[in-house]
């Protein structure tokens, strides 16, 4: 069985998209990027702060589905440059602390809004 996770507290999709899905147990979100939900704006300030609104987005967004960050088993990191990675690395490294999921980063030449982040994850409920 599929179900659509969805929160007002995340960023509404831009597009034909859900925020998550759930399926056995796995919750499978959408990338999140550094808007803030209430406001529509992205956050302000560089890296470390878009960063951060991205955690908040995720941390949001497997509220909803029942799981949390704690739970995130993968994250696939997509970032404008990779110059920014030991920056993002910072602030990722907050969030996650111990047993830390698997990841993979990469640099990609656009991301949607001119952000400088875009994280997608996969967590067990």
């Known amino acids: 069985m599929r179900t659509i996770i969805s929160t007002s507290k995340a960023p509404k999709a831009i597009g034909p998209y859900s925020q998550a899905i759930e399926v056995n147990g796995f919750i499978y979100t959408s990338g999140q990027i550094p808007v803030n939900a209430q406001t529509g704006n992205i956050a302000e300030g560089g890296i470390k702060e878009q960063t951060k609104q991205v955690f908040e ?55 949607p809004k001119e952000v400088l982040i875009e994280i997608e994850a996969i967590a067990i409920k």
Request: hydrophobic share 45%.
């Open 57 to 111: 987005n995720l941390e949001s967004v497997l509220k909803a589905a029942g799981s949390n960050l704690g739970k995130v088993i993968k994250t696939t990191c997509f970032l404008q440059s990779m110059n920014d990675f030991a920056a993002m690395n910072e602030v990722y490294a907050s969030f996650f602390t111990s047993d830390f999921p698997a990841r993979s980063t990469v640099e990609v030449a656009r991301l």
